[in-house]
């Protein structure tokens, strides 16, 4: 077990060498404040307004839920996950994950980051028994909907075959998202006329994983499905990666979730106890946050080399968007992929407006060799046997390298995030560092990291819209 590591070296260069001194105070008061988070939980006492939603549980989960399964075992939270996960993987080939938001993009990225790029093309066997997966209900988009009910309910000759059959589980704290619960309703019809509406399968392959109370919960206890997971109380959908919501169906992609949990806790003791210049959270919002009041850069380009980082990019899209983007603050955020993206951003990046603090996310090692083979010279007419025995990882390196001195050339600021290998522990660690690093920001900026209020305002006019709608059709 390697621990990532956070290098700003580059991005430094920009600030006075005591850079860090005029901050630090303020960072351990945040830091502290959110130590203080966490204690106003526990006591069970109601948070002061201004902190209202206080959603600190995620912070920690990881070593609740770790502690939980070392002394319960299968009846633990993480124990009965498993079983459930292994039990239906073993019935059906076909699983859908229906959410949005905080409820989809963490199990979105680690399936993109650790399975197969083209995991449904294999056969049942090179998935080793895992389900072709799907997901549904982050959209409204009828032509996306119709193809995958067009896959889904396709006839067959024999049902009880796991080749023939598929379930889906549906991610919702309050089952009140609209894109989430029109795509559950249309599923759960499929589902009905595919099984036929009396079978006991309905409530074994479908599996709800909500909030303590709201439409969702009402429904499962109403339908009287099998197995029901709980999204804990302050946790909100950014920040629940590590509950049910992306624990359920990473033990779906066959994933290692107690490695993913225990890299979340190393990464939260590494916060609370290094210092300064060793804690890849305090450093990562240090520089952040300097170079956005000292130099004006509020463009934070998550630039990740490879394209299975992608989705982790977009998750964290989403995390700094919903946080810190309020009171008409907060830093943009924008996910590149290279070397694809220096052939359409790289240029912008290069010789831009100088708003952008780039941080590569690099793996260092990979098991993937691939290597460039020789020609004979009278065919080497792409000219490229001076590359022969040169993996793709070892070119990788070089546009890293050569991207990163480039940038640095013109006095670009660039921070490198490494993650030693990219496996379960790697990313529990990541996911946690960032999480960890938002809410810190927040506190550092006097901004309330949770809750996300400016995204109920498009819900609200929708509804409206359609209620609209419905009235002007009832009118003579």
């Known amino acids: 077990m390697y621990p990532i590591l956070y290098n700003p070296a580059s991005a430094l260069q920009l600030l006075p060498e005591d850079r860090f001194r ?32 206080l959603d600190a549980g995620f912070i920690e989960l990881p070593r609740k839920l770790l502690s ?16 459930k996960a292994e039990s239906l993987r073993d019935e059906i080939d076909r699983f859908v994950i229906l959410g949005i938001g905080g409820s989809y993009m963490g199990a979105r990225a680690l399936f993109e980051a650790l399975c197969h790029p083209y995991h449904n093309e294999l056969d049942r066997n090179a998935r080793n028994e895992v389900p072709k997966i799907y997901f549904e209900g982050n959209n409204l988009d009828d032509r996306s909907m119709t193809a995958l009910l067009e896959l889904l309910t396709a006839k067959t000759s024999d049902r009880s075959s796991p080749d023939d059959r598929w379930g889906m589980t549906v991610i919702s704290k309050s089952g009140g998202t609209i894109e989430t619960a029109v795509a559950f309703r249309i599923l759960r019809e ?94 990562y919002v240090a520089t952040c946050h300097l170079l956005e009041e000292k130099c004006s850069i509020d463009i934070r380009v998550l630039s990740t080399w490879g394209t299975k980082l992608e ?21 943009m955020p924008v996910t590149v992929v290279n070397t694809r993206d220096l052939h359409s951003r790289g240029q912008q990046h290069q010789q831009g407006k100088r708003d952008k603090l780039i941080t590569n996310l690099i793996v260092e090692e990979t098991s993937e060799k691939i290597a460039i083979p020789n020609r004979s010279a009278d065919t080497d007419i792409d000219e490229l046997n001076w590359l022969a025995g040169r993996t793709v990882h070892d070119l990788q390196k070089a546009a890293i390298a050569g991207t990163n001195r480039a940038y640095r050339e ?16 790697a990313l529990g ?30 819900k609200h006019n929708m509804i409206e819209e359609l209620q609209q709608t419905e009235k002007k059709k009832g009118q003579p």
């Open 68 to 83: 939980e399964f070392d002394n319960d075992r299968e009846t633990s939270l993480l124990g009965r996950i498993q079983s």
């Open 190 to 283: 499929a589902m009905a006329d595919y099984y036929g509406a009396d079978s006991a399968d309905l409530r074994k392959l479908i599996v709800p994983i909500t909030g303590p109370s709201g439409k969702l919960r009402t429904l499962s206890e109403c339908v009287g499905y099998e197995d029901l997971f709980e999204i804990p109380d302050h946790v909100g959908g950014r920040f629940s990666i590590f509950t049910p919501v992306g624990l359920f169906p990473a033990a779906m992609f066959g994933l290692n979730v107690e490695k993913l949990l225990t890299g979340a806790q190393e990464m939260t003791e590494r916060f609370f106890n290094a210092p300064m210049g060793e804690n890849p959270v305090v450093d």
């Open 22 to 53: 005029e901050i630090e105070t303020d960072l351990n008061a945040a830091r502290d404040e959110m130590r203080k988070d966490i204690q106003i939980l526990k006591s069970g006492s109601t948070a002061p307004e201004p902190k209202q939603p």
């Open 429 to 458: 660690q990541f996911f946690q560092m960032m999480m960890l690093a938002t809410v810190l920001e927040g506190r550092l900026l006097g901004i309330n990291p949770y809750g996300q209020p400016g995204v109920e305002a498009y």
């Open 410 to 425: 013109d006095t670009r600021p660039i921070a490198d995030i490494r993650l030693p290998k990219l496996n379960e522990h």
């Open 311 to 331: 989705s982790v990019g977009f998750w964290y899209d989403q995390l700094l968007s919903e946080s810190l983007g309020k009171q008409e603050r907060g830093a």
